[in-house]
């Protein structure tokens, strides 16, 4: 009775495995880019300066990160994930 159990398991894993994967959508149009953000490493993280990356990178939402603060690794094409030092500075910016 396990043995059956076990061969409908990886008969169905092997049937679903088998299906094309889905294609995934293009980029939308209002995608984070990450060009140009290399500028903005090393200022204090102020509300401006958060506009002012949002502008650049394209991004819709910011994600600010403190120093050791852990966040989820969802991604998020509309969104500029910035890193901060201790000291509250741009450590990196990236988009997702």
Known sequence: ????????????????????????????????TGEGLGRFVGQPATQALGADMLRVSGARAIRWVAHGMMVTMDFSPERLTVFLTPDGRVERASCG
């Open 1 to 32: 009775m396990r043995n059956q159990a076990l061969l409908a398991i990886f008969a169905l894993s092997a049937r679903a495995a088998a299906q094309p994967a889905p294609e995934l959508p293009p980029p939308a149009a209002d995608a984070c």
